[in-house]
C-alpha cells in the first residue's frame, strides 16, 4: 500500500479506536448530533454552521489527543507519579476548556434564534 494510503488507514484505526474504546467519546458524538438536529431544525447561516463544524471537529480532535496522552502516560508508569497526574489532568483540561468555549458559543449562536 502506498504510505500516504498506510497513514490514512493507521489515522482511521485510532479514530475507531477512540469512539469505540473512549465513554467521552460517546457524549461528544451525542451532543455533536442534537446540535445537528437543533441546528436543522432552528435554520443556520452559512457562517454559523462552519463555526458548529470546526467547534465538533475540534472537540472530537481534543479527545482523540486526550485519549493518545492517556495512553501514552499508561505505557510509561502504572504507579501513581505526579507527572503523570499532572499530562492526564492537563490533557483533560485541554478538552474542557474547549467544552466549555463551544457550549458558550452555540448559546451565543442558538439562544437569539428562538427568543
Ligand atoms: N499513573 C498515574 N499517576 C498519578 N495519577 C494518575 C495516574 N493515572 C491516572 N491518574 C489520575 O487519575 C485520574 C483518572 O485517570 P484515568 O486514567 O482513569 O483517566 P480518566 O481521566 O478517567 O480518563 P477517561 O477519559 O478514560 O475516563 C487522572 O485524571 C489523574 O488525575
Not at 38 to 50: D, F, I, N, P, R
Amino acid at each position: 500500500m502506498h504510505p500516504f494510503f498506510k497513514s490514512f488507514h493507521y489515522a482511521l484505526k485510532g479514530i475507531q479506536h477512540g469512539f469505540s474504546a473512549e465513554r467521552n467519546m460517546k457524549f461528544h458524538c451525542i451532543a455533536a448530533l442534537g446540535v445537528i438536529f437543533g441546528g436543522v431544525l432552528t435554520g443556520l447561516s452559512k457562517l454559523e454552521w462552519l463555526t458548529i463544524i470546526i467547534l465538533i471537529g475540534g472537540m472530537i480532535a481534543l479527545e482523540l489527543m486526550n485519549t493518545a496522552i492517556e495512553r501514552t502516560v499508561d505505557l510509561v508508569t502504572d504507579d501513581f507519579h505526579p507527572l503523570a497526574k499532572q499530562a492526564k489532568d492537563l490533557a483533560s483540561g485541554a478538552v474542557l476548556v474547549f467544552a466549555i468555549c463551544s457550549a458558550i458559543i452555540a448559546m451565543i449562536i442558538f439562544i437569539p434564534k428562538w427568543l
